[in-house]
Every structure is written in C-alpha cells, then in structure tokens.
C-alpha cells in the first residue's frame, strides 16, 4: 500500500464519519490533515536519506591463502648444455667448431693426433691390468692360520686322554690291592676261626700224653700260619697305600700336564682370534681400495672406449648428437683436456636471468609459480639459483629465443586463514579495522549502519590480505563505498 492509498482510505473513513456524526466533522477533519502532514514528512525525509546515504559493496571473510606476484624483466640465453668429455693429454691439430655453432651427431668437432691416441690406448691397457691384478689380491684377504691352535687343541687332548688313562690306571691298580687285602683279611679271619685248644703249661710236658703233645702241635702250627695270615695282611695293606700314593701322583702328574695344555690351547686360541681380528680390519682396508681401484678401471675403461672410438675415426673427435656449441675449451697445439666443451642439445632447456630487490628476492626463494612469456610463447620456469639480486632459472621447450623475455612469479602464503579484499581493511592513528555492516531500528525505521571492527594483519598479497580478530566468517564487511565512512553512518547496501 502506497501514501496516496493510505490518504484516500483515511478521506473515506473521515466522510463516513461525518454523515454518521456531523459534529465531529471539524475534528476528524483536523486530525486528517495532521496525518497526511506526517506522512508527507517521512515520506520526504525517507527520500531525501535515501538520495544522501553512502552506497557501499559489502563482503562476507572467507577462509584462504594470500598469494603475491611481480613480473619482471630477464634474458633468455641457451643453456649451459652437456660436457663434451675426452680422454686428456691428446694433441689437438684443428678445431672446426666455435662456440655458437649448430652441430648434428657425428659432426667433426676437432681432429686429434692419431699416434697420441695409439699410445694412450697401449697407456690405458696396461693400466687397467695392474689394476685389476692389485684388485683381485686386495679382494682375495687373508685369513689367520690356524694351525698353531689346532696343534695345541690336539696337544690337550692328549693330554685330558693321558689324564683319564693314569686315573683309570691308578685306580685299576687301587682296587686290585684293595681286593688282595680284602683276601688277605678274609684268610686271617680264617685262620683265626680255626685256632685251636690251647696246650698245657710247659711244666707238665714231662707228664702229657702223646695226644696232649699232638695238640701242642697242633697249636704251634696255628699260631706259625697265623702270623704268616698277619703278615700277609700288613704287606697287602701296605702294598694297597703304595697303589693308592702311585696313582694319586700319576693321576696329579697327568692333571698337571693337562692343565698346562689347556693353558697352551688357551693361549694359542687367543693368538688366533687376536690375529683373525686384526686380519677382518685389514680386509676391510683392503676391500675399500679394491673398490677404489675397480673404479679406477671403470673409468680406465670409459676412456678406452672412447680412445678406441677416436682411432677408428681416424683422431676425429665427433658430435655425440644434434645441439649447439655453447663452449669450446680445445687450443690447437694444446692437449686436450678433461672436458672438451659443452653441447646444448635442440631441445633443451634454456637459461633465464633476472636481476631482482631484495623484497623479490625473499619471495621468490619462498617458492611459488614461475612463468616466462615471449612475445606469444609462455612456459613454466624452474628457479635454478638466487645470488644477491641476480636469479637464474631454467625453462624448457624449443620455441624460445636468445632475447628479452618477461619473468612473472607468483608465491601463495602456507598459512590459511581469514581473508578479505585489501579495499575492505582501513588503517588509522589507532590501527587497522574493517566497517561490518549491522541492522538497526531508528526512527525511519530499521536502517544499515556501519560499526567499526579493529583487526590484525597476519599477511597482504595481491589485492588480498589475512587477518585475525573478533570474526566468525559470517560478517558483512564494507569492501567498497561510494563516499567517505565513519562508524555510525547510515548506508545503502549496493544490489
């Protein structure tokens, strides 16, 4: 419903009012009046606020990372190429290339002395036969020998079989005594157990019987085979403590003998192992040069192939394949060195250069993106290296040219977080803040007004910054406004 609606509905009422009750015709007149005088006032002041407020473009955060970029001038060169390696200290007799010149594989790049080439093959052979001689015996090793110890082993094992032979000995000898005087023992007990009756007193020999002088007799015989069963057993008894002290000195003598065996085995043992260590450390020394020197015939071998390859061209030193000579290092009557020169192959990689700041300098080594036009031919570079305020890159591909090129190099911070357009944040005397955009009821009703928010910068890129502060993401946030803003102004939101 529009003013004009609202008028004519309020005239309605006021004559309808009137046919009703004449007499307050004149009141509902006035208050008519009254009302349509506020309301042409707010309908006014609404449009002329309207016509006045500052119209802004507003932004919610959004969570992100702050990327950076700067394009700058550089140069476009060939790139350093390949070395062109060759056997050293031939004689170089002409050169047909020069730095610059585009070559194909098996091109003359130089021509050799053919007797120097003879000779360093001869040279190289030799060599690589000493070599490999010094090698096979490095590799070979030594071991300890080991026959001391196993002499000594059997030494002791003689020895502890000696030891067991006088024990088993000693005792077999042992038993058997004891086994005669156990004998010995058991015909005494014999003999005693036949003792006889005991004869008269020598007083009455006169008057005895001849049985009483046969038991006399008797008796003498007795006691003769008993002292001869006594002495029997005091000779196996003394002959049994003499097998006993015979075999605890043999079987004492052998133990000695066997104890200083062991101590010889233990002693040679020990020598062995001593030596088998100190052996594995020089093995090791020597397998680390066998290895140097097997990569002595590698490269030996290298050489040769290549010297071979120069003889059967005739001292002919020739392009490996298709390129450009970006450096010559032979001299006509000079020998020849290491490296003959370097070939950038047709397809290479091409060297860029650029001089930067220090700011640039400290965004490029952070990493990033890095791209080269020229003219229509763009391409991804590689930073190669950053000294000073020179960096040097490399790109790929064949449609580059020796020139000016444009370097663009773009870095994306590592930290995410909450972003904004950069026009959003502003900066006065008291620090950075954002106008968030919030709505409230005022007397012409509910109206936009801004509320100044203070924030950090974390991190500003292009046309973009992070911050951190009091933001939940869901914020309307100024990023553009048509007129200059305060905290408390009224504004237009931008459709």
């Known amino acids: 419903m529009n003013s004009l609606d609202v008028i004519h509905k309020l005239r309605q009422r006021l004559h309808a009012t009137a046919a009703a009750k004449p007499n307050q015709w004149h009141t509902g007149v006035a208050m008519l009046r009254f009302l349509a005088l506020m309301l042409l ?3 006014l002041v609404r449009g002329t606020a309207a016509t006045t407020l500052p119209v802004v473009s507003v ?3 959004y969570q992100g990372v702050v990327t950076q970029s700067f394009t700058v001038s550089g140069q476009i060169s060939p790139g350093i190429g390949t ?6 200290g031939l004689l170089v007799e002409q050169i047909f290339v020069q730095p610059g010149d585009q070559v194909t594989e098996g091109q003359t790049l130089a021509l050799l002395s053919l007797d ?3 000779a360093e093959i001869e040279q190289v052979q030799a060599s690589m036969q000493q070599h490999q001689v010094q ?3 490095l590799l070979a090793g030594q071991a300890a020998d080991p026959f001391a110890w196993q002499q000594a082993q059997q030494q002791l094992d003689r020895a502890y079989a000696d030891y067991q032979q006088a024990a088993a000995e000693g005792e077999a000898d042992v038993s058997q005594a004891q086994n005669v005087l156990d004998a010995a023992h058991q015909v005494l007990a014999e003999v005693e157990g036949r003792k006889p009756q005991r004869p008269y007193e020598d007083g009455f020999w006169e008057m005895a019987t001849p049985e009483q002088a046969q038991t006399e007799q008797d008796y003498a015989d007795w006691e003769a085979e008993y002292a001869t069963a006594q002495a029997a057993v ?11 002290e015979a075999a605890d000195n043999a079987t004492e003598a052998a133990l000695s003998a066997a104890q200083n065996a062991e101590d010889s085995r233990n002693s040679a043992q020990h020598n062995y192992a001593k030596e088998t260590e100190e052996l594995a450390k020089s093995n090791q020394t020597d397998q680390a040069g066998a290895q140097v020197l097997l990569a002595q015939i590698r490269q030996e071998d290298q050489t040769l192939k290549s010297l071979e390859a120069l003889q059967a061209a005739g001292g002919a030193f020739l392009a490996p394949s298709d390129g450009i000579v970006t450096e010559m290092a032979l001299t006509v009557g000079a020998d020849t060195p290491a490296v003959a020169g370097l070939l950038a192959a047709n397809e290479q990689e ?3 250069t650029a001089s930067l700041t220090a700011e640039q300098a400290s965004l490029l080594k952070a990493g990033g993106t890095i791209s080269v036009m020229q003219e229509q031919n763009t391409g991804t570079a590689t930073l190669e290296q950053v000294n000073d305020d020179l960096a040097q890159f490399t790109v790929s591909g064949t449609q580059w040219k020796t020139g000016a090129a444009d370097i663009t190099v773009t870095t994306m911070g590592g930290t995410t977080g909450l972003c904004l357009p950069a026009t959003a944040v502003n900066s006065d005397n008291a620090g950075n803040f954002v106008y968030l955009v919030e709505a409230k009821n005022t007397v012409l009703g509910v109206q936009s007004v801004l509320v100044r928010l203070g924030v950090t910068v974390e991190e500003r890129g292009d046309g973009v910054v992070r911050i951190s502060g009091a933001l939940s993401g869901q914020e309307q946030i ?12 009224e504004v237009r939101i931008d459709e």
Do not use: F
Request: no cysteine.
């Open 59 to 61: 932004t919610a955060p």
């Open 41 to 43: 006032l707010t309908l």
């Open 135 to 137: 090698a096979n015996q």
């Open 116 to 118: 120097d080439v003879r």
């Open 478 to 489: 100024v990023s553009a406004s048509s007129k200059p803003l305060s905290a408390g102004t």
């Open 83 to 88: 070395p062109l390696t060759i056997p050293e």
């Open 350 to 352: 091409y060297a860029v």
């Open 234 to 244: 005091q000779q196996a008894q003394a002959d049994l403590e003499a097998a006993q």
